[in-house]
């Protein structure tokens, strides 16, 4: 199954404006609160230079990008964890994700109104996650309830209610649960719980073009202070300007991101940035018919990441013979690589690295 990332935020930050950015959607979206109750999902390709390289000396008939799914749920308000607003479909919504992506507003714009009728980038922050984290708290008083009714204790594993406790006074201190050790027995005892303030999560700041220009914004430094003690990271996006480059033809788009002084497109950056906050790496299969980014957990073996491809890989598993892209892309050529000796024979139990590209050698 893909793992999937929530995009989640107050109403009219810009969360389905980038949603519709990274899946090609063309979802409609609101510049005022609409009350909107329903979920958009959609596919996100993620760019990557790797793949372009072996589709250049290839010439595949076929080129696949790795994937992500992108959920974009309704917005939050205060009061969501009670049932305000849209809150209990977002929370539904949001709990079944593997990360967040959480869209604040720097962007000044008088048509487009904000749900507090004031900007405070901030404020925003600690509204969203005050959300979940009271979210979380209903979800242990719930559950803790749920152990203690009735004369037995109804316990899938004798650790849960302590670890239930535990969590229970760090989320009251107002800590999200990302920030707890737990020993693998503990693990255990909660894995059938999912919290939301566990999931990790990236900030990205949704500024105007004059802020973009600037490359600054009120608020900046605290925004960034916020990200480090919380262990998340701060992207800054224009998505009026990315939305701009997205209509763009290639060469046009490369003057027009010249011209502004980009490297590459913020989105871009944060299909790639998703993919490595669900700790995702991609290996490359690559020949006439198909080019393949492949995707899997970092540190899986390579018997295991054969299977990825099909399963009679994983059951024959000889050996993986790898490249690294670096070593391929300075030899220029596969065999100019092999006459290097940059080829390396892999057993079963080596972790696959990024952007290492592999012919499994197998038997059935």
């Known amino acids: 199954m893909a793992l999937s990332c929530g995009i989640v935020g107050l109403p009219t930050v810009g969360k389905t404006t980038f ?19 329903s979920t958009n999902m ?51 919504a949001v709990r079944d994700t593997d990360a967040l992506v959480h869209i604040v507003r720097a962007f000044e714009n008088k048509q487009v109104l904000h749900v507090d009728n004031s900007l405070d980038i901030m404020r925003d922050l600690e509204t969203v996650n005050m959300e979940l984290l009271f979210s979380d708290l209903q979800l242990i008083e719930t559950r803790l309830a749920r152990i203690n009714s009735g004369k037995k204790k109804k316990m899938e594993n004798p650790l849960e209610e302590t670890v239930l406790l535990k969590i229970q006074e760090v989320l009251e201190n107002e800590q999200p649960v990302s920030t707890i ?14 919290f939301l303030t566990d999931k ?15 490359n600054s914004y009120p608020q900046k430094e605290a925004v960034h202070a916020f990200g480090k003690d919380h262990q998340m990271k701060v992207m800054e996006i224009c998505a009026q300007v990315e939305a701009e480059i997205s209509q763009l033809e290639p060469e046009d788009k490369q003057l027009f991101m010249e011209d502004l002084g980009i490297k590459e497109a913020g989105i871009d950056r944060l299909a790639k940035a998703i993919y490595d ?3 995702l790496i991609s290996f490359l299969t690559a020949g006439e018919d198909e080019v393949k ?10 018997k295991k990441a054969a299977g990825k491809i099909h399963s009679d890989i994983e059951r024959g598993f000889i050996r993986a013979e790898v490249v690294a892209y670096q070593d391929l892309k300075k030899a220029g050529s596969m065999a100019k690589a092999r006459e ?22 197998f038997n059935v």
């Open 19 to 37: 949603f519709n950015l990274l899946t090609n959607a063309n979802v409609e979206t609101s510049a005022f609160y609409s009350g909107k109750t």
């Open 42 to 92: 959609g596919t996100a390709l993620v760019p990557d230079e790797r793949v372009d390289f072996l589709s250049r000396m290839f010439h595949p008939k076929k080129t696949t990008y790795a994937q992500i799914e992108v959920i974009d749920v309704p917005g939050l308000v205060k009061g969501s964890s009670q049932g305000q607003g849209t809150g209990n479909e977002f929370l539904s």
């Open 181 to 194: 050790s737990f020993s693998q027995e503990e693990r255990e005892a909660i894995k059938h719980i999912t």
């Open 200 to 214: 990790p999560m990236l900030i990205v700041v949704n500024l105007d073009e004059k802020q973009f220009s600037a």
């Open 277 to 279: 906050l669900l700790g």
């Open 293 to 302: 980014a492949w995707t899997i957990k970092k540190g899986l073996p390579a």
């Open 340 to 361: 290097l000796g940059l080829f390396r024979l892999e057993g079963k139990d080596y972790p696959v690295q990024d952007g290492d590209i592999i012919n499994f050698r």
